[in-house]
């Protein structure tokens, strides 16, 4: 495929607003791929290309040279010179084949290559319209894609499913595995019998046990075992080959705040933070992948194994019990509960929702502005956005809630990951969530809906972009705010 032929898809996404057109697109896009494309086209496409890290610093430094090698126009050629150019280390050097490549590039090319690297491509194609899009391709159901999914990549899939293999994709102890997730509820929505758990503030974990030692995963697939010496000694003590899912907190006496946990990812900073390991769920047993299996027979096998690591829980289908619960959470110093369909399979978001004593969202900061005063040295000021069908929504901004050593530590990944500048704003790569408290949501000429008195209540380093909460949920918190 020529990647004139990628760029016109590109526009054709843009042309129209409607998701099944969309999706027609896509499906028909994937259909025509070789196999040597996929991995290539889909990347180029989404703007997913984390192992090439170029920054906005790099590009603006681009200039027209002369090329030191003729590379060919066609996307697996481009993306093979990305990836090269993403491995190598010495800066000078990414810069010179950058302005290699792009200086051979006519100006839509170019605009699409660069906009690729900064994760811009304005399309309005989500990783989930490209999962519906490959469902409705070779007549997979949504959850058969769903679960393929939470094991696999967006290439892989496709590259299976075109031959009709997706069941071949399995539950591979060491390989990572993305996390269930919650939604937002009320306690009347809950109809049906739930395990109501404590809600915790830490760190999402996925646990590898087996005769290759243990390995320990964050839910953004990366590997964080170095970092919990502690947890992995106290898992010595599981007999066999099991993938658990569980959380990792802060904790002496009582819980502690999310911030003292994130002191064990800084070298500086002292690695006796005392924690504490709640397990909840077990994925692989023994060569067996448990997946479609109800969370309560999943729940039968983890206490057989583990049951001095379950949570304080319930289960009940009775409202009143669960906000008792839910209070005798609060006073504990958790955040809330987490009430899980006791026959929900284990998915992306099908059965799990979180309560919670205060209204939060996870956003993403999408530019930021210099402060002022006491804060003139740091971007402090942030835009936030939520995702609406792959593009970023944004919904407010704030200055309130972090420390000063927070404010420098943002400041420093913000402007490594800089679009563009335009007077005091500093427009990002979104790639930073952070969770944010606030009193209301109200309706907003500028924004479509505005939080507000919005404060940062944590940054979320261990999550990714594509986790953040959706405008249907601001829109549907904005009514139950308002009865």
Same mark, same amino acid.
């Given at each position: 495929?020529? *990647?004139?032929? *990628?760029?016109?898809?590109?526009?054709?996404?843009?042309?129209?607003?409607?998701?099944?057109?969309?999706?027609?697109?896509?499906?028909?896009?994937?259909?025509?791929? &070789?196999?040597?494309?996929?991995?290539?086209?889909?990347?180029?496409?989404?703007?997913?290309?984390?192992?090439?890290?170029?920054?906005?610093?790099?590009?603006?430094?681009?200039?027209?040279?002369?090329?030191?090698?003729?590379?060919?126009?066609?996307?697996?050629?481009?993306?093979?010179?990305?990836?090269?150019?993403?491995?190598?280390?010495?800066?000078?050097?990414?810069?010179?084949?950058?302005?290699?490549?792009?200086?051979?590039?006519?100006?839509?090319?170019?605009?699409?290559?660069?906009?690729?690297?900064?994760?811009?491509?304005?399309?309005?194609?989500?990783?989930?319209?490209?999962?519906?899009?490959?469902?409705?391709?070779?007549?997979?159901?949504?959850?058969?894609?769903?679960?393929?999914?939470?094991?696999?990549? *967006?290439?892989?899939?496709?590259?299976?499913?075109?031959?009709?293999?997706?069941?071949?994709?399995?539950?591979?102890?060491?390989?990572?595995?993305?996390?269930?997730?919650?939604?937002?509820?009320?306690?009347?929505?809950?109809?049906?019998?739930?395990?109501?758990?404590?809600? #915790?503030?830490?760190? &999402?974990?996925?646990?590898?046990?087996?005769?290759?030692?243990?390995?320990?995963?964050?839910?953004?697939?990366?590997?964080?075992?170095?970092?919990?010496?502690?947890?992995?000694?106290?898992?010595?003590?599981?007999?066999?080959?099991?993938?658990?899912?569980?959380?990792?907190?802060?904790?002496?006496?009582?819980?502690?705040?999310?911030?003292?946990?994130?002191?064990?990812?800084?070298?500086?900073?002292?690695?006796?933070?005392?924690?504490?390991?709640?397990?909840?769920?077990?994925?692989?047993?023994?060569?067996?992948?448990?997946?479609?299996?109800?969370?309560?027979?999943?729940?039968?096998?983890?206490?057989?194994?583990?049951?001095?690591?379950?949570?304080?829980?319930?289960?009940?289908?009775?409202?009143?019990?669960?906000?008792?619960?839910?209070?005798?959470?609060?006073?504990?110093?958790?955040?809330?509960? /987490?009430?899980?369909?006791?026959?929900?399979?284990?998915?992306?978001?099908?059965?799990?929702?979180?309560?919670?004593?205060?209204?939060?969202?996870?956003?993403?900061?999408?530019?930021?502005?210099?402060?002022?005063?006491?804060?003139?040295?740091?971007?402090?000021?942030?835009?936030?956005?939520?995702?609406?069908?792959?593009?970023?929504?944004? /919904?407010?901004?704030?200055?309130?809630?972090?420390?000063?050593?927070?404010?420098?530590?943002?400041?420093?990944?913000?402007?490594?990951?800089?679009?563009?500048?335009?007077?005091?704003?500093?427009?990002?790569?979104?790639?930073?969530?952070?969770?944010?408290?606030?009193?209301?949501?109200?309706?907003?000429?500028?924004?479509?809906?505005?939080?507000? #008195?919005?404060?940062?209540?944590?940054?979320?380093?261990?999550?990714? /972009?594509?986790?953040?909460?959706?405008?249907?949920?601001?829109?549907?918190?904005?009514?139950?705010?308002?009865?």
């Amino acid at each position: 495929m020529d *990647l004139k032929d *990628l760029i016109s898809i590109a526009e054709k996404l843009k042309s129209t607003a409607k998701k099944k057109e969309k999706i027609a697109i896509v499906a028909n896009f994937i259909k025509n791929l &070789r196999e040597e494309e996929i991995e290539p086209a889909i990347n180029l496409l989404l703007g997913n290309l984390p192992k090439i890290n170029v920054g906005y610093a790099t590009i603006a430094k681009f200039q027209k040279v002369l090329p030191f090698e003729k590379i060919p126009k066609d996307v697996k050629s481009i993306y093979s010179y990305l990836i090269k150019i993403g491995e190598t280390s010495k800066e000078k050097e990414k810069e010179s084949m950058l302005s290699a490549l792009l200086s051979q590039l006519d100006s839509k090319e170019r605009e699409f290559i660069i906009n690729a690297l900064l994760g811009e491509q304005r399309h309005g194609v989500s990783q989930g319209l490209f999962l519906e899009a490959i469902a409705d391709a070779f007549g997979y159901t949504k959850e058969n894609i769903e679960k393929a999914y939470l094991i696999s990549s *967006l290439p892989e899939i496709l590259s299976y499913a075109r031959k009709n293999e997706l069941d071949k994709i399995k539950v591979k102890l060491y390989k990572p595995i993305k996390p269930m997730l919650t939604d937002m509820a009320k306690f009347e929505d809950l109809k049906g019998t739930y395990c109501v758990e404590y809600k #915790f503030d830490g760190i &999402r974990a996925h646990l590898h046990i087996g005769n290759k030692g243990i390995k320990i995963f964050s839910r953004n697939q990366r590997e964080i075992t170095d970092y919990f010496p502690e947890i992995v000694e106290e898992m010595k003590s599981i007999d066999g080959e099991v993938i658990l899912d569980g959380e990792i907190i802060a904790f002496k006496d009582k819980p502690l705040p999310f911030q003292e946990l994130m002191k064990k990812f800084r070298k500086e900073k002292s690695m006796d933070i005392p924690t504490k390991l709640y397990l909840f769920d077990i994925l692989y047993k023994d060569g067996k992948e448990l997946l479609d299996l109800p969370f309560e027979k999943r729940r039968e096998i983890l206490k057989e194994m583990a049951s001095s690591y379950l949570p304080p829980h319930i289960i009940t289908n009775k409202p009143d019990e669960m906000k008792k619960f839910f209070e005798k959470a609060v006073n504990e110093g958790f955040e809330g509960i /987490v009430a899980k369909d006791v026959k929900s399979k284990y998915r992306l978001r099908r059965g799990w929702y979180k309560v919670k004593k205060s209204h939060s969202l996870d956003v993403a900061i999408i530019a930021a502005e210099w402060g002022h005063g006491r804060r003139y040295k740091w971007l402090s000021d942030y835009w936030l956005a939520v995702l609406d069908n792959g593009e970023f929504h944004m /919904v407010g901004k704030t200055f309130k809630g972090l420390t000063d050593e927070e404010f420098e530590e943002i400041t420093k990944e913000l402007l490594k990951n800089k679009v563009r500048e335009e007077g005091r704003v500093i427009f990002v790569k979104p790639t930073i969530v952070v969770e944010v408290e606030f009193d209301d949501i109200q309706k907003s000429d500028r924004y479509g809906y505005a939080l507000r #008195f919005a404060r940062v209540k944590r940054i979320r380093w261990d999550k990714d /972009v594509n986790e953040i909460n959706t405008l249907e949920d601001v829109k549907k918190l904005y009514k139950e705010m308002k009865k």
